[in-house]
């Protein structure tokens, strides 16, 4: 009896388990069926998206989840799945919670943690990102350099965080900016003022009537210091990463202010060598003299013949023991990298790079930093590892002894002279401009039904080629992300030559932003080109959508099929069609399109419930 008994025992905790097993997976779904709409976990194969390539005639497949319902027309679309409404912020590749979930050994100490990790094809959320519930259409520049709306970005605690240094302040449905900063309560325009005075600029302007022109902001916190030199005719890229403050880049990019997510880490800024004028950080919290001061020496490469960089700091001006170590160690690195100092007053040092190689060649045998080798490429930047090196001039910079670019806006239209490194000749040059000048013409008639003076202020070229695009934009109150495809011609310095910014990238990854950060998207043969990199259409215009605000337009140029492509995704992305036209202007092939949507504004259902 006792060993029927025992026999018995386990059958009976079997077919409890199972029970209780089959009563949670009938809760888990009720549960997704309440909700509407759910979260796609990496790894999650609702549609093989990376299978899914341009030129292939394959019906989409529908999910079973609820999906969105559209304001405007009530129809509930199912053909992509919708994420829940907790990762409307995703950034694809500066997810922390892809860090946690593969278990990537990175190195704390050196922010590989901030640098970008992006999941494999098979491990990403083929989802669209909703908005916030509440979300409302951006407030207009110049207006939004001061208030956004708080909806839109549902966070306040650097209000409260920063509340002695004035970063941002809440007023009832809106978050305000007040201008000020770590280092600059009294507001950014008065310290810009201090600035340009310390350099005996002219008018206590600081772009120096047009030498000073682009700008890197290192640790920008809210962008307050670029949009302020925005009236100054600077443009600033605004840099921070996705750290403690994660919404920093989010709020300067809702303001209407460049802004872009990236650390000095282990790797390149994705920017040229001699981009910048200027550098600056204020209070940005960066241990300059670590790794033999690899990072000064970054900002070395990025900065041009004769810039500055601006550091306001307590090690500037504190006189505790270990401020002054600080800025002993750093004195005398920056004495060895050649630099000197142009100015110092009270918090804020600012430091001028020299204008030929003169003095590094002066320098003892064995001074340490040492040169860069020879063969090393100062222009390459995609996932290339920085390194402890100083970076001279070329023969042609070190004989012109500076960067030879015209002042702002002569720099826009004249030949840069590192445009001879492609080969590219001046006639090529100036037809560029007229061409894409004719082209965006061209745009803007067919936009205009829909957009009016103040419609657009971000935007993006997704295919840059040498900033012709963004230049033919030069009366319009936008700034252009510039983006150079990382496989091509690296004619990104061709681009901040000309006065304006960009960055290097892959479209077959996510780019390094917050979601609705973008009102216009140009995609000039964009499509065509990740084609023949093998990568997923579809995963582009997941992409796209995510970083395109709500109301926003994409201008897709490109070839016939590829525009068929793209309508057969329109009803499911909520997108619709705002003009077609044949390709006029230019080398284009008799199949080439233009092709321009509009997103639309789409809450799911979550999303709804939350605002009532």
Not at 194 to 208: D, E, T
Not at 278 to 289: K, P, Q, V
Not at 393 to 422: E, V
Not at 566 to 575: D, E, G, P, T, V
């Amino acid at each position: 009896m006792s060993r029927g008994r025992a026999d018995g025992s386990p059958k009976k905790r079997l077919i409890t388990s199972v029970l209780v097993l089959v009563a949670i997976c009938g809760l888990l779904y009720l549960y997704s069926k309440r909700n509407g709409s759910s979260a796609l976990e990496y790894g999650s194969k609702i549609r093989k998206f990376g299978s899914t390539y341009l030129g292939v005639d394959e019906d989409v497949e529908e999910s079973p989840s609820r999906l969105g319902e559209d304001e405007e027309d009530g129809i509930i679309l199912k053909s992509i799945p919708v994420c829940d409404d907790r990762h409307s912020e995703l950034i694809p590749c500066l997810d922390r919670n892809l860090i946690y979930e593969t278990r990537l050994k990175l190195d704390l100490s050196v922010m590989e943690h901030y640098e970008r990790h992006c999941p494999l094809p098979e491990r990403r959320y083929n989802c669209l990102i909703p908005p916030p519930p509440g979300y409302k259409i951006p407030i207009k520049w110049p207006k939004s350099r001061d208030e956004v709306w708080k909806a839109n970005i549902p966070h306040t605690h650097l209000a409260t965080e920063k509340s002695d240094q004035k970063w941002m302040v809440v007023k009832g449905e809106k978050i305000g900016f007040p201008g000020g900063g770590t280092h600059f309560h009294y507001g950014a325009d008065k310290y810009i003022a201090s600035m340009a005075n310390m350099l005996n600029f002219p008018k206590n302007i600081l772009n120096n009537g047009g030498k000073v022109r682009t700008v890197l902001d290192v640790g920008c916190g809210v962008a307050s210091f670029g949009g302020y030199l925005l009236s100054s005719d600077i443009i600033a890229m605004s840099l921070a990463p996705n750290d403690v403050h994660q919404n920093q880049i989010q709020f300067a990019l809702e303001r209407g202010i460049p802004a872009y997510l990236g650390v000095l880490g282990t790797k390149r800024l994705p920017y040229p060598s001699r981009s910048f004028e200027l550098a600056h950080c204020s209070r940005c919290r960066i241990d300059w003299l670590q790794r033999d001061g690899i990072l000064l020496l970054e900002l070395d490469r990025v900065l041009r013949p004769g810039g500055y960089f601006a550091y306001s700091s307590p090690e500037a001006y504190a006189q505790d023991e270990e401020d002054l170590r600080i800025w002993k160690a750093m004195s005398e690195l920056v004495e060895r990298m050649c630099w000197k100092i142009a100015a110092k007053r009270n918090q804020t040092v600012i430091w001028v790079k020299p204008l030929t190689n003169d003095c590094y060649m002066e320098r003892a045998p064995g001074t340490q930093p040492p040169l860069c080798r020879s063969d090393d490429d100062p222009d390459a930047v995609w996932n290339v590892k920085m390194e402890a090196c100083i970076t001279p001039y070329s023969d042609q910079s070190h004989r012109a002894r500076g960067s030879g670019l015209a002042p702002w806006p002569a720099r826009l239209t004249s030949p840069p002279p590192r445009l001879g490194d492609f080969g590219y000749s001046n006639d090529i040059f100036e037809k560029d401009m007229e061409v894409w000048q004719q082209r965006v013409d061209s745009y803007w008639n067919l936009l205009s039904p829909k957009i009016n003076s103040d419609t657009l202020r971000n935007v993006m070229d997704m295919k840059a080629n040498l900033g012709s695009f963004a230049a033919a934009l030069k009366n319009k109150d936008v700034w252009v992300m510039n983006v150079v495809p990382e496989d091509g011609p690296n004619t990104l310095k061709i681009i901040y030559d000309r006065g304006l910014i960009g960055t290097v990238h892959s479209w077959c990854e996510a780019f390094s932003t917050y979601p609705r950060t973008y009102d216009l998207l140009h995609a000039w043969t964009v499509f065509s080109d990740i084609e023949r990199k093998g990568c997923s259409g579809v995963d582009l215009l997941i992409e796209m959508d995510r970083i395109l605000r709500p109301k926003g337009f994409v201008i897709f140029r490109d070839k016939r099929k590829v525009v068929e492509f793209i309508n057969k995704y329109m009803k499911a992305l909520h997108w619709e069609a705002v003009a077609t036209a044949d390709a006029e202007g230019g080398s284009e092939q008799d199949d080439d399109v233009v092709f321009i949507v509009q997103k639309k504004i789409w809450r799911t259902s979550e999303s709804f419930r939350n605002v009532e």
